[in-house]
């Protein structure tokens, strides 16, 4: 599955659970059965960097939304503080979406855990959402 096709299936999962705060989501595609922290913090450091500053009490993180998009946008930026920060990854072969708190995260790359299974995941406080 492409990540633009994760992606309208994660927004109809939202729609279908209604959810009542602001959260921030990362969303993955896994092809294989581990996903690479490693590899996804190397060439992309500044998502889980936003998802930390988006959960963090007394940090803010801001995004200017770009007005070089054909579509209407429904505000200029959003600023994201103390709110629920997750990364949501759909393993391709075993069909299952897990959603991680962003710190479980920061915390596994602290412990030099450089790829993880859903199964690992799970036992880690992980949600299995289906969507």
Known sequence: MLEKNFQIRFKHYLEK??????TAYELKVERGNRFSIKTWIT??????RGLLLASQPNE??????????YEQK??????MANAE????IYYEKEKST???EAKIIHDLLTLEVSSVTVFELLAM???QIKV
């Open 85 to 88: 920060a997750y990364l949501v």
């Open 60 to 69: 803010i993180c801001y995004h200017k939304i770009s007005d070089a998009s």
């Open 98 to 100: 897990v959603m991680i």
């Open 74 to 79: 429904p505000f200029d930026c959003f600023v």
């Open 17 to 22: 659970t209604n959810p009542t705060t602001s």
């Open 125 to 127: 406080g992980a949600l």
């Open 43 to 48: 060439k992309q450091p500044h998502q889980l």
